[in-house]
């Protein structure tokens, strides 16, 4: 039983990881379409809030 919980774990977490790189890649996609592109620095600061 202890495998099925790890592998519901790893679903879980694989999913969250994917929504995190889906919307920033929407947000870079927004910025690029207003004529700027984000830099490396502005992801970092994104996502240390």
Not at 7 to 14: E, G, Q, T, Y
Not at 15 to 25: A, D, E, P, R, V
Request: with cysteine; hydrophobic share 45%.
């Amino acid at each position: 039983m202890q495998n099925h919980k790890t592998a519901l774990l790893f679903v879980r977490i694989l999913s969250w990881s994917m929504q995190i790189t889906f919307i920033l890649y929407l947000c870079r996609e927004i910025c690029r379409k207003r004529g700027r592109g984000l830099e490396p620095a502005d992801i970092a600061r994104e996502t240390n809030l």
